[in-house]
Nanobody
Framework: QVQLVESGGGLVQAGGSLRLSCAAS????????MAWFRQTPGKEREFVAA????????SYADSMKGRATILRDYAKNTVYLQMNILKPEDTAVYYC????????????????WGQGTQVTVSS
């Protein structure tokens, strides 16, 4: 069992930055790939970024390329999402997720989810 707890969300002006954190419980953190998703009301959960279990491969949604960095700290069992040049359309609840093996093609196939953290970008 893995528990994920996100933090770091908040209100920021357009053009600003935020760093989200996802703290994972358990000693199996290093065996999971980690990802960030976001969701707005009435819309499906949307992929943002992912990092594999060994930390040497990352992927990003086109909308976040060049503006986001995902990284993980094995000593702290934490994965981070650094977001820069934020836009109002980045406003959403951001979720952390964990997966085993190859990154799932659908958000429904991730193994564990956090409770989410709200990010609001004002114009």
């Amino acid at each position: 069992q893995v528990q994920l707890v996100e933090s770091g969300g908040g209100l920021v002006q357009a053009g600003g930055s935020l760093r989200l954190s996802c703290a994972a419980s358990g000693r199996t953190f290093s065996s999971f790939g980690m990802a960030w998703f976001r969701q707005t009301p009435g819309k499906e959960r949307e992929f943002v970024a992912a990092i594999n279990w060994s930390g040497d491969s990352t992927s990003y949604a086109d909308s976040m390329k060049g503006r986001a960095t995902i990284l993980r700290d094995y000593a702290k069992n934490t994965v981070y999402l650094q977001m820069n040049i934020l836009k109002p359309e980045d406003t959403a609840v951001y979720y952390c997720a964990a997966y085993k093996g190859p990154r799932p093609s659908s958000f429904t196939n991730y193994d564990y989810w956090g409770q989410g953290t709200q990010v609001t970008v004002s114009s």
